[in-house]
């Protein structure tokens, strides 16, 4: 079955700096890729998704990545981190439109001022 | 894309009672997947529902703890049963909107039991 591994249960960036949250996944057959923001006490919001188009996929609010499959990996980037950006990031996998959907333990990303 | 609504959005309750958890989809859909989010950790899919079918549970979940109901293609019920303080959680449904942005989510019921 398809799985995601987030490296980094906690990243810590300064108001301005990169951000830099990192993913890679195993799947047997392509996968599509997608990143999920959760902010407190709120339900999921999409960021962005691969679906075998283009590999570097640009989502809201100035984040995006790139599928690189000889890395197998998709990690989640943005030039210049926001406070508002302080957040849950979940990285997930599925194999099909219409297939469950796997996803990694989440990385906790706090913007320091 | 497929617009989702889950009732209720939280409850409290006691040990040894249930709970069911509705989800109601304004389109035809052939999956519906619930999830469980535990405190301070990610999403656990907990069983894939399928209209017609028995649902088909993860491990380390089962039918008799979590039954699931899916008479037709917009809505669907998970029961919390026999709950416990460790099934505080959010639970979530989710159904698959290949077109517009991977899959939604309803918000989700976060129940506490006491």
């Known amino acids: 079955a398809q799985s995601v591994t987030q490296l980094g249960s906690h990243v810590s960036v300064s108001e301005g700096a990169l951000v830099l949250l990192r993913c890679n996944y195993s799947s047997s057959v392509p996968p599509y890729l997608f990143w999920y923001v959760q902010y407190p006490n709120q339900g999921l919001q999409l960021l962005l998704k691969?679906?075998?188009?283009?590999?570097l996929v640009k989502g809201i609010n100035g984040f995006e990545a790139e599928f690189k499959k000889s890395e197998t990996s998709f990690h989640l980037t943005k030039p210049s981190a926001h406070m508002s950006d302080a957040a849950e990031y979940f990285c997930?996998?599925?194999?099909?439109?219409?297939?469950?959907?796997?996803f990694g333990a989440g990385t906790r990303l706090t913007v320091k001022p | 894309s497929a617009v989702i609504s889950q009732k209720p959005s939280r409850d409290i309750c006691q040990r040894g009672t249930s709970l069911t958890i509705q989800c109601q989809v304004d389109?035809?859909?052939?999956?519906m997947f619930w999830y469980r989010q535990q405190p301070g950790q990610s999403l656990t899919l907990i069983a894939t529902a399928n209209q017609g079918s028995e649902a088909t549970y993860e491990s380390g979940f089962v039918i008799d703890k979590f039954p699931i109901s899916r008479p037709n293609l917009t809505f669907s019920t998970l029961t919390v049963s026999n709950m416990s303080p460790e099934d505080s959680s959010i639970y979530l449904c989710s159904v698959a909107s290949p077109g517009a942005g991977g899959y939604t989510f309803g918000s989700g019921t976060r129940l506490t039991v006491v």
């Open positions: 389109s035809q859909v052939t999956m």
């Open positions: 997930a996998v599925s194999v099909a439109n219409n297939n469950d959907m796997r």
């Open positions: 691969y679906t075998s188009a283009a590999t």
